[in-house]
């Protein structure tokens, strides 16, 4: 470690955590007595994999420093070796002439590490030579098989011809993704324990094909996988919400189902992001050398249309994204452009670097105009007055103000600060788009009521609130009417009656079909009556009541705010229980899911090991009232026995 600049405080610290390290093994149900270990890294420990990787670098070292192994060359770079934990893979021009001084390597590590490569498990795939001198060479290679057309690596099937990749491993993973989504067709999920299902087991697989494989895939392609997961998520029925609100983000109330062309996209776009803000990597240098510099600059790249033709490989994969949402992230010269991206001869750009102006933002004044033309001409030069015209009209022009962020800004910024989440931030950029969903929940409410942006917000703010998953999920569908009514169906389906499935008598709309109808007005007369009885207070049904909960009323306190909201949503579950069956509508029913809201508050109170103790006390506070109304009769005996026995076990607490 030493040898490698670490401080000697640091390998000191490694040295006493190492220093008698003691370990024992689970057999069934018992454990072993301790052993010392004499070598090796602690299972489960952080540090570990950081320390394998010192201990590998040795061998690494050894093998790209050898003149003797020649690894694949790229105009001015060499590709040799790939190490990631303790799988190498070696790319070679002369295996026959290397192999010798690969075995001779390998043996000198395994002397002094005490680390051996299994050469059963190792096997070499050969281009452009004869079998005769395969069969040489593997004379040669002792126990390290030769595969003829396609090797394993970190789950990746490598094949021989570049054609056969996408079948090789796309093609195997959606066929165990079918498997899994026929075994878990019989299991009665509900749509966001679906979804979550997906983002959990199935997804992950595709997204470390779009990670490791730059290849490109055709949208159709992406968009059949699509459809056959959201068949799974919705069955074959007609799609009840448009498919943006689908993707939206939970936290935006949209369903956040995993949008796989968004995705694939943002990792090419990762790739871009890192060639942006870095250009040292060995990878970037590669890449730089076989587009001969061409897209070199990342996200800063303006001349997309110019390049993209000429550019191959990867690269080329990465630019066509990129062309598709550059429109909308930086439809403006960033401030963070380097002046080197804009065009011009080196020699001026070393000039203008060394008198400041290294970025866009650096041509801008900090009152927001741009600079005095003739300055930055005795900057640059009158010798390169062409070239500095046109760049002071383009930033001008299309140059982004300096207290301007662009969303590009926001992902470089963001990136600066952490390697972590980059994909996540990527495709939560691509998916989030509050202004839309603000829009389409007043667009949908509108011939009921005039919703304003600040009353959508709070609507959104209440739905993320709840906790509860089928209560959240409910407050949801209500809010982006998820469900039918007769006036829909009959739209769809020719000949059918649009009167209200209760009444009989009125059109269903979906306002008529929540409140409007005679026959639900019963219920919500009886709900109103339970309602005043348990707040103590006069209320007045109304659409903000009956709707969002929300009550404006002057004597009630705000502790019973969310008691009200708690008793609507029981509401809304009697009255969706009974989309098609009046007969749910009943007061038991909205006295069992009232129950049902409280006790899982006060479950996932009680549970949480972290917030029980503090909070534990606090239940009775925000619950009294329900308490007490239970207690004096308000609610059926079974809910008061219920009642009774939830009161013994939050004692049994204390």
Same mark, same amino acid.
């Given at each position: 470690m030493g040898n490698y600049g670490f401080d000697i405080s640091f390998i000191k610290i490694v040295k006493e955590l190492y220093s008698n390290s003691r370990a024992r093994i689970r057999v069934n149900e018992g454990l072993t007595k301790y052993f010392k270990t004499e070598r090796g890294v602690k299972q489960g420990c952080p540090l570990s994999p950081l320390l394998f990787a010192l201990a590998m670098e040795p061998l690494a070292d050894r093998i790209r420093n050898?003149?003797?192994? =020649?690894? !694949?060359?790229?105009?001015?770079?060499?590709?040799?070796?790939?190490?990631?934990?303790?799988?190498? $893979?070696?790319?070679?021009?002369?295996?026959?002439?290397?192999?010798?001084?690969?075995?001779?390597?390998? =043996?000198?590590?395994?002397? !002094?590490?005490?680390?051996?490569?299994?050469?059963?498990?190792?096997?070499?795939?050969?281009?452009?030579? *004869?079998?005769? &001198?395969?069969?040489?060479?593997?004379?040669?290679?002792?126990?390290?098989?030769?595969?003829?057309?396609?090797?394993?690596?970190?789950?990746?099937?490598?094949?021989?011809?570049?054609?056969?990749?996408?079948?090789?491993?796309?093609?195997?993973?959606w066929k165990k993704i079918q498997e899994k989504l026929k075994a878990w067709g019989d299991k009665q999920l509900s749509i966001p324990r679906k979804i979550l299902a997906l983002k959990m087991c199935i997804i992950p697989k595709l997204l470390y094909l779009f990670q490791t494989l730059s290849i490109k895939i055709d949208y159709r392609q992406i968009k059949e996988w699509d459809n056959t997961l959201r068949e799974w998520i919705y069955g074959k029925k007609r799609n009840r919400i448009m498919k943006k609100i689908q993707y939206t983000p939970r936290r935006l109330l949209g369903w956040g189902f995993p949008?796989?062309?968004? !995705?694939?996209?943002?990792?090419? #776009?990762?790739? $871009?992001? &890192?060639?942006?803000?870095?250009?040292?990597?060995?990878?970037?240098?590669?890449?730089?050398?076989?587009?001969?510099?061409?897209?070199?600059? *990342? %996200?800063?790249?303006?001349?997309?249309?110019?390049?993209? &033709?000429k550019l191959t490989g990867p690269r080329k994969i990465e630019f066509e994204c990129w062309q598709k949402w550059q429109k909308l992230w930086a439809n403006k010269i960033s401030g963070k452009t380097p002046i080197k991206s804009m065009g011009l001869p080196e020699r001026l750009v070393n000039t203008l670097e060394e008198k400041g102006l290294r970025r866009v933002k650096d041509m801008w004044k900090q009152d927001g105009g741009i600079i005095n033309w003739l300055d930055l001409l005795e900057k640059g030069g009158k010798e390169y007055w062409l070239k500095l015209r046109g760049i002071w009209e383009k930033v001008k022009k299309e140059g982004a103000q300096p207290t301007e962020e662009l969303k590009v800004d926001k992902l470089l910024n963001a990136r600066e600060k952490t390697s972590k989440g980059t994909v996540a931030k990527i495709y939560n950029l691509m998916v989030e788009d509050k202004e839309f969903m603000i829009r389409a929940i007043r667009n949908k409410w509108n011939g009921v009521k005039i919703l304003s942006t600040q009353e959508v917000d709070e609507i959104i703010r209440n739905i993320n609130k709840i906790k509860t998953e089928k209560y959240?999920?409910?407050?949801?569908?209500?809010?982006?009417?998820?469900?039918?009514?007769?006036?829909?169906?009959?739209?769809?389906?020719?000949?059918?009656?649009?009167?209200?499935?209760?009444?009989?008598?009125?059109? *269903?709309?979906?306002?008529?079909?929540?409140?409007?109808?005679?026959? #639900?007005?019963?219920?919500? %007369?009886?709900?109103?009556?339970?309602?005043?009885? %348990?707040?103590?207070?006069?209320?007045?049904?109304?659409?903000?009541? #009956?709707?969002? *909960?929300?009550?404006?009323?002057?004597?009630?306190?705000?502790?019973?705010?969310?008691? %009200? =909201?708690v008793t609507i949503r029981a509401a809304h579950a009697v009255i969706a229980r009974g989309w098609r069956d009046k007969s749910k509508w009943t007061l038991n029913n909205w006295n069992d899911y009232l129950y049902d809201q409280v006790l899982l508050d006060i479950t996932g109170i009680m549970t949480n090991q972290v917030t029980r103790m503090n909070k534990q006390k606090d239940i009775t506070n925000r619950w009294k009232d329900y308490f007490n109304w239970v207690k004096n009769g308000g609610a059926n005996d079974y809910i008061k026995e219920k009642i009774q026995r939830l009161y013994l076990w939050l004692d049994l607490q204390d």
């Open positions: 050898n003149g003797r192994i =020649k690894g !694949y060359q790229i105009r001015n770079e060499e590709v040799k070796i790939n190490l990631y934990a303790d799988d190498i $893979l070696l790319i070679m021009e002369n295996p026959a002439e290397a192999i010798h001084e690969i075995q001779i390597i390998l =043996k000198d590590f395994e002397r !002094y590490s005490g680390l051996k490569v299994n050469m059963s498990k190792s096997e070499m795939m050969i281009y452009n030579m *004869g079998k005769k &001198e395969q069969k040489e060479l593997q004379t040669k290679m002792g126990d390290i098989k030769i595969i003829r057309n396609k090797i394993k690596y970190l789950g990746i099937t490598i094949t021989k011809e570049i054609t056969k990749l996408k079948a090789a491993n796309y093609g195997a993973i949008n796989l062309q968004n !995705y694939y996209e943002a990792f090419q #776009l990762r790739s $871009l992001l &890192e060639i942006s803000l870095k250009g040292e990597d060995k990878w970037i240098k590669v890449e730089n050398e076989i587009n001969e510099g061409r897209g070199k600059y *990342g %996200l800063y790249t303006r001349d997309i249309k110019e390049i993209k &033709e959240n999920e409910l407050e949801k569908k209500m809010v982006l009417r998820w469900y039918r009514t007769p006036e829909q169906l009959s739209y769809m389906i020719k000949g059918k009656n649009s009167k209200c499935w209760h009444c009989n008598k009125e059109k *269903g709309t979906y306002s008529h079909m929540w409140w409007e109808c005679a026959e #639900l007005k019963k219920i919500w %007369l009886m709900i109103q009556g339970k309602i005043q009885d %348990l707040l103590q207070i006069t209320i007045q049904i109304n659409n903000d009541l #009956l709707l969002w *909960g929300v009550l404006d009323h002057p004597s009630i306190k705000t502790e019973c705010q969310e008691l %009200l =909201k």
